[in-house]
């Protein structure tokens, strides 16, 4: 029974991990190319507009719900409850910092930044011009964090 439960978690540690990957690629494979061909204004406007919208309660429960699953198998790990402690606990480590840590002290800081500015002023422009660049590379860490996250979680489900 309690085999099954942590099975059960690392299973949705997975799922989380694989539904935020998929997310991070779908935004530096499209979603930003597609946005950097706009004027900068309407580019900032509609990364703006995404910023807002993409705060809801699904994705919230994903992001944040992964996260909090992350501690539990951490514990789990630990205390020598999971038979393949050390995929875990990389699976783990990859998405709480390359994911957590980059979107909170990373990302959503040039996220505020760009909602600040003025889309059509001369800051605005520039300040569009350094974001793209540097959002869309620790973008990227946040995609390869969540597909190396999903890997070590599908090696520790046996």
């Known amino acids: 029974m309690f085999s099954m439960l942590i099975s059960t978690i690392t299973l949705l540690a997975l799922l989380g991990s694989g539904m935020m990957a998929g997310l991070f690629f779908a935004y530096s494979n499209s979603v930003m190319p597609a946005l950097a061909r706009m004027p900068g204004p309407q580019g900032m406007t509609a990364m703006n507009h995404v910023n807002v919208i993409i705060q809801n ?19 789990a790990a630990l205390l020598g409850w999971i038979s393949r402690p050390a995929w875990i606990l990389t699976g783990a480590v990859l998405y709480l910092v390359g994911n957590i840590a980059v979107t909170v002290s990373i990302n959503v800081p040039m996220n505020d930044a760009l909602a600040a500015a003025n889309p059509a002023g001369a800051d605005g422009a520039a300040l569009w011009a350094a974001f793209l660049d540097r959002w869309v590379f620790w973008n990227h860490v946040r995609a390869l964090a969540c597909t190396g ?3 070590a979680f599908a090696m520790a489900i046996k």
């Open 57 to 75: 309660p699904l994705f919230l429960s994903i992001f944040m719900g992964t996260a909090v699953i992350m501690f539990m198998l951490i514990v």
């Open 149 to 151: 996250a999903l890997g």
